[in-house]
């Protein structure tokens, strides 16, 4: 049974990879994908057959997919020759040059969804991926052939919708990085210009995620301002952690000692401390105060 025909000019070679992957991949599942090809002028037409007895709804799902695939990879392709640059100079014509360069092969690694789903972003650009793959699905089950340069023009503009809002999220990521390690880099600064007010300071970090600062003589440093924060203040951990960082700025410690860091609830803390500090900073986990947090005794 004639499963699909698939219609091309020489200008997408790239789909010769692709058709022998498919082949390749159903050859796995144990069924024999015939593919035949003829070449009119500059036109080439391949048809995908299938035996009537390997046929089931799923191995045809299967098989739609995979072409819905290949067509998302070639739109992608299309996509970042041709209108990639047009829309970040346009939309975000406040990037230079070497920040775009910079960008577009993390958009390139979005698009594709193939990099390591490392947050809520990643989730994100593969859920538009995913709809996008839906879309051209419904549209190879409509259709027995499908024209590439056809479905290039046609479809593109449809799709370039969710495309772009893949974009957007890269720079969008790109840019809270980038103002993350501005903020990182001044605060650098401003340790480094000051004279240190304590020679050390100890975070500790209790089993639910409570922050002491105290000196290296035990005493307690971010105390006095917790208490002249306002009640309702006082119970947010967000204004804590605000607090310890600030504290730890103006008194620009020599050495900074994180005593039981795994406690931490907020890896982000930490991370930005040993990147203001750098080689200031030491973890401990084993002092009297570290036996201490891990055995449950009060440290306060
Ligand atoms: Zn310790």
Known sequence: ??????????????????????????????????????????????????????????????????????????????????????????????????????????IQVALLGEGEISGPNMVYCINRKNNIIDKITKCIEENNEINISGFLTFRTKELKMDLECIVDKVVEEYMVEKEYNEFIKLLKYFVEIQESKVGEVNILIEKNGDYYLRDEEGNDLAGDMLMELPKVKFDSKENTEEIIISTMITSAPKKVIIHCAENCKNKELLQTI???????????????????????INIW
């Open 1 to 106: 049974m004639l499963l699909l025909t698939v219609v091309y000019n020489s200008s997408v070679e790239c789909i010769i990879n692709e058709i022998k992957d498919i082949k390749k991949c159903f050859e796995h599942k144990r069924m024999i994908l015939g593919i035949a090809e003829s070449i009119i002028e500059d036109t080439h037409f391949i048809k995908f057959f299938c035996s009537d007895d390997n046929l089931s709804d799923s191995s045809i799902k299967a098989f739609n997919l995979n072409i819905a695939n290949m067509l998302y990879k070639i739109v992608i392709m299309e996509f970042c020759k041709k209108e990639m640059n047009n829309f970040l100079t346009e939309t975000y014509f406040f990037l230079r040059y070497d920040e775009i360069k910079q960008i577009k092969p993390k």
């Open 274 to 296: 040993s990147k203001v500090f750098v080689d200031r900073v030491y973890y401990c986990d084993e002092c009297t105060e570290c036996e201490k947090i891990k055995n449950g």
